[in-house]
């Protein structure tokens, strides 16, 4: 394959020089019109080309038209070149008024520097944009010629994502990706074009555009396109048998750079997402930018998107603690791919031994703590009581405790619909780590906060990830209830959600976040099925183990009775009151945990927790037996 077109910067210079000479000469001769008069400013005209050769490239070099890839011109550098090219119209224009006042020379018509000044941005322009043009069309022959098959592309979404992906497509012809036209629901659209491709009708004309044109493959381009609308577009390409890919979610694109590179098969997290609310970047930013945060747990899904989202504010340092080295160091790896300024420290520590703790906060001197690290699984706590008490209460307590004694101004404890009216013995314990937190922030009168929210996608030993295991093997997908219902989020959009609470807790909060609507188990298995290519019942089996020890059918975020409130974010609100323990009595209650715990007492721990928490239900809760995971 040929070498693509670059054209080294001295050419350019040579070029410009040139330029010089025929704008200089064509203002003059635009002005006079090749009159016998020409003749008389010749001297003036000699005069501008000897100044214009000297001010104009040193100004040109200046604003940086020697050191860009012109192969990869755009409106920005467009501006660039207005911009550079005026200034340096104006510093001619200043000089030869000044030697024309002089008397350096006689005669001198000042409109040629106008005149001058607009042939200098069409030719300097148009000499650099026609280097964009010759890369371009060398780079789309040399496509043609390597390419195999080209396959025709239908992109849903003709904004800002649709745009980015056809001009990728179209300056990437390896990638025998053809866009042929544009879906979109906006009536001022239609009948328009965006780099050259048509807007061809509205997203509910699409099975209409598949029956009547030759479409191989359907790109979903709207980062903040709702469930519904991914629901629609899938259903319509599985029934005509189109290939079909997306865009990631604008909270998967927090940080990130988007190019086609990053089109992925839709999944279900897509058919999922809810409209984003409005972004309060600022106020995150004021929260972060600049303070030295620490994420415990920071090798856990919840802790490492957090991780992600974090680094994207410019925190002086980022503190990474967890128990796990290999997770911690996947997550300091991918940091560092990502964000290469920044200064991140990964600490190996267990939230359980206050001591190593301690030291950890007196030598990184933490301002804001997101507290993340926590058992989580439902089964596997029911087994491991004293585990629970432990890493939960205890853990959280010990994380507390360093955070007073070293004065962090912010934290921030992630919590779970679980802790509501529990009925297992990890809820329990989250809703003591709650208590514990929430405790503080009183004491301390410091902004120390709880965000509790449902269910995540895609975190390590959640629903999703176990149905597409069981798919892969053939199936059956194992459901403990036809009718079990859970709120679900994507992480990214959890994470988002929590910075943005943390950016408002003033003290004493419970945050909740606005999970919608709950979704049955049974139809996110069917959704996931469908979008392996088959058919649930029919490909792939769904049987139902019965509900297992510490569920319930549905969760809740908030107790009945406790009156919740709106905040400056739509899908954040704050609960109002507080019927947990408190002072002294929380203090000695968690010893006696704690007590019971190292002495292996787990019927007494059980106990203890449904006496004390309210609407606590752990001992109604059968003997555990692990059958399935579905939460």
């Known amino acids: 394959m040929k070498r693509k077109i670059n054209i080294r910067n001295r050419y350019l210079l040579l ?40 001010i104009k490239p040193i100004t040109y070099f200046y604003f940086g038209l020697y050191r860009r890839m012109w192969a990869y011109a755009s409106v920005q550098e467009l501006k660039l070149i207005a911009l550079a090219v005026s200034s340096a119209s104006v510093f001619v224009s200043v000089l030869m008024i000044a030697f024309f006042s002089l008397g350096v020379f006689t005669s001198f018509p000042r409109s040629v520097l106008v005149i ?17 043009v010759l890369a371009e069309s060398q780079s789309a022959n040399a ?21 980015l992906v056809v001009r990728e497509l179209q300056k990437n012809p390896q990638l025998n990706l053809d866009p042929i036209g544009f879906l979109d629901d906006n009536p001022a659209k239609q ?47 599985r029934l005509k048998g189109v290939p079909f890919r997306a865009m990631p979610g604008i909270y998967e694109l927090l940080g990130g750079k988007v190019s086609v590179s990053r089109l992925r098969e839709v999944d279900i997290a897509d058919l ?14 004021g929260t972060l930018n600049g303070r030295v945060v620490l994420v415990t747990g920071a090798g856990g899904s919840i802790g490492r998107e957090l991780c992600r989202q974090i680094a994207r504010w410019g925190p002086t340092e980022l503190i990474l603690l967890g128990h796990g080295e290999n997770s911690i160091f996947e997550t300091l790896l991918e940091l560092r791919e990502s964000f290469p300024s920044l200064y991140a420290r990964p600490v190996i520590a267990d939230i359980r031994d206050l001591p190593r703790l301690m030291s950890v906060f007196e030598r990184f001197r933490p301002q804001v703590v997101f507290h993340a690290a926590a058992h989580k699984h439902v089964p596997l ?71 509790r929210f449902g269910n995540v996608l895609g975190s390590r030993g959640s629903v999703v990830p176990l149905f597409k295991r069981q798919i892969a093997l053939g199936g059956p997908i194992t459901i403990t209830h ?33 999970m919608g609507q709950q979704v049955r188990i049974l139809d996110l298995a069917e959704d996931l099925i469908r979008l392996s290519g088959l058919e649930p019942g029919k490909d792939i089996e769904i049987t139902f183990t019965g509900i297992r020890p510490g569920e319930k059918l549905a969760e809740d975020l908030w107790d009945e009775g406790h009156p919740f409130k709106p905040t400056e974010h739509p899908d954040i609100f704050s609960l109002q009151g507080n019927d947990g323990l408190q002072g002294d009595e929380l203090m000695s209650t968690i010893d006696e945990l704690v007590r019971l715990g190292q002495q292996g007492e787990g019927s007494a721990i059980i106990t203890m927790l449904d006496e004390l928490i309210p609407g606590s239900a752990i001992r109604s809760t059968p003997p555990p037996e692990i059958t399935s995971v579905d939460s």
């Open 272 to 285: 999922l997402r809810r409209e984003p609310a409005h972004i309060r970047d600022q106020q995150v930013g």
């Open 381 to 451: 706590m029911e087994t491991n009581i004293e585990e629970a008490i432990s890493n939960n209460i205890l853990g959280t307590n010990n994380v507390v405790q360093a955070s007073l004694a070293r004065r962090v101004e912010r934290l921030v404890m992630i919590s779970t619909d679980k802790a509501i009216r529990p009925i297992n013995v990890m809820g329990a314990t989250k809703r003591m780590a709650e208590m514990i937190v929430l405790n503080a922030a009183r004491r301390s009168g410091h902004a120390y906060s709880v965000v």
């Open 15 to 54: 070029g410009d020089v040139a330029l010089i000479l025929v704008s200089v000469l064509g203002s003059y001769a635009i002005r006079l019109e090749l009159s016998p008069q020409f003749f008389d400013y010749l001297e003036s005209a000699v005069w501008m080309i000897a100044i214009s050769m000297v």
């Open 482 to 514: 036809p009718d079990m219902k859970r709120y679900f989020m994507t992480i990214p959009e959890a994470v988002y959600l929590v910075l943005q609470a943390a950016s408002m807790g003033e003290g004493g909060e419970t945050f909740v976040l606005n």
């Open 191 to 237: 009948r328009q074009q965006v780099y050259g491709v048509p807007v061809v009708g509205t997203i509910n004309d699409l099975a209409n555009v598949l029956d009547s044109n030759p479409v191989d493959e359907v790109i979903i381009a709207i980062p903040s396109a709702p469930g519904r609308v991914m629901r629609v577009v899938a259903d319509i390409c």
């Open 116 to 132: 001058d000044w607009i042939l200098s941005v069409l030719l300097v322009g148009g000499l650099r944009f026609a280097l964009r």
């Open 143 to 163: 496509g043609k010629m390597a390419s195999g098959a080209i396959k025709r592309a239908l992109i849903i979404g003709a904004g800002d994502g649709g745009a």
